[in-house]
């Protein structure tokens, strides 16, 4: 099994930061692609940033240019840098990632790709 929990969410004043973290752990072979989302009261989930092991990063669209998203696969890792927050930016924020695991299955080594869901981490930005 695998599990993801996030860290690094809070209140913070509209313009300030925050750095999100999310760490994966368990029966980990590789993880593909590592990634946020956030749901806002109301609102669907929606994409922040999705980083794979291989290519170029993606981000929603009012997140470019002030969310940075990066990974260190040594540590199961990924971060979010949020800059220059808005009150529009809270919500809870989800990480994501496509985690492939090998089992033992009927005497054969087999592997599993998942995607995996951390329990989310709530950000607040507010005067």
């Known amino acids: 099994q695998v599990q993801l929990v996030e860290s690094g969410g809070g209140l913070v004043q509209p313009g300030g930061s925050l750095r999100l973290s999310c760490t994966a752990s368990g029966n980990i072979f590789s993880i593909n692609t590592m990634g946020w989302y956030r749901q806002a009261p109301g609102k669907q989930r929606e994409l922040v940033a999705i980083?794979?092991?291989?290519?170029?990063?993606r981000y929603g669209n009012s997140m470019t240019g002030r969310f940075t998203i990066s990974r260190d696969d040594a540590k199961n890792t990924t971060y979010l840098q949020m800059n220059s927050l808005k009150p529009e930016d809270t919500a809870v924020y989800y990480c994501?990632?496509?985690?492939?695991?090998?089992?033992?299955?009927?005497?054969?080594?087999?592997?599993?790709?998942?995607?995996?869901w951390g329990k989310g981490t709530l950000v607040t930005v507010s005067s």
């Open positions: 994501n990632g496509r985690i492939t695991e090998k089992k033992l299955t009927f005497g054969q080594w087999k592997y599993y790709s998942m995607d995996y």
């Open positions: 980083m794979p092991s291989i290519g170029i990063s």
